[in-house]
T-cell receptor, first 109, second 116 residues
Framework: GEDVEQSLFLSVREGDSSVINCTYT??????LYWYKQEPGAGLQLLTY?????DMKQDQRLTVLLNKKDKHLSLRIADTQTGDSAIYFC?????????FGSGTKLNVKP | KAGVTQTPRYLIKTRGQQVTLSCSPI?????VSWYQQTPGQGLQFLFE???????NKGNFPGRFSGRQFSNSRSEMNVSTLELGDSALYLC???????????????FGAGSRLTVL
């Protein structure tokens, strides 16, 4: 199957920017996604990007896609304690979704 | 618009028992996918149903099965439970059509299964 990799942990201070990285192996991915999971909850879609785009911005979120290197990143500006959660990247190939293992973001006050 | 509803939210079973989990998708969504989430293995794909047919399947043993009804509601069943089946089981629905753009998955809150 396809391989989606993320680092497991990231710790930042409130007010700083957070950058969560993801690499994937499937060059035929059509869409790539970022989901957020808060404790005790399911996954909530944050944003997604079409594979022919390089960047997408949505308020405090910026997604960068380097298709050549198969690298996806999520930048959260002005990180708040409420952003503490697990962040999953995912890719879609045809109608199958492949998820990374999740990056746990800890925001220190 | 109601979200994805999973029942029960929590359950405790003992080894050897079987369990059935239910998922009601967003109205109009025809695809339902199931995932197992554990701390060690992350999010593992179980199977996907579309219009009452299993369309995709992950690498789980035959003890894990599912079905989808004509109203798109889905159930998954795990027989002969093992300790390692303790996990959060997540259901996600989507419109499900091929080539339908992003075809975003919308997740339920999950069913947390504990096997003793």
């Amino acid at each position: 199957g396809e391989d989606v990799e993320q680092s497991l942990f990231l710790s930042v201070r409130e007010g700083d920017s957070s950058v969560i990285n993801c690499t994937y192996t499937d060059s035929s991915s059509t869409y790539l996604y970022w989901y957020k999971q808060e404790p005790g909850a399911g996954l909530q879609l944050l944003t997604y990007i079409f594979s022919n785009m390089d960047m997408k911005q949505d308020q405090r979120l910026t997604v960068l896609l380097n298709k050549k290197d198969k690298h996806l990143s999520l930048r959260i500006a002005d990180t708040q304690t409420g952003d503490s959660a697990i962040y999953f990247c995912a890719e879609k190939d045809f109608n199958k979704f492949y998820f990374g293992s999740g990056t746990k973001l800890n925001v220190k006050p | 618009k109601a979200g994805v509803t999973q029942t029960p939210r929590y359950l405790i079973k003992t080894r050897g028992q079987q369990v059935t989990l239910s998922c009601s998708p967003i109205s109009g969504h025809r695809s339902v996918s199931w995932y197992q989430q554990t701390p060690g293995q992350g999010l593992q794909f179980l199977f996907e149903y579309f219009s009452e047919t299993q369309r995709n399947k992950g690498n789980f043993p035959g003890r894990f099965s599912g079905r989808q009804f004509s109203n798109s509601r889905s159930e998954m069943n795990v027989s002969t439970l093992e300790l390692g089946d303790s996990a959060l089981y997540l259901c996600a629905s989507s419109p499900g059509q091929f080539y339908s753009g992003a075809n975003v998955l919308t997740f339920g809150a999950g069913s947390r299964l504990t096997v003793l």
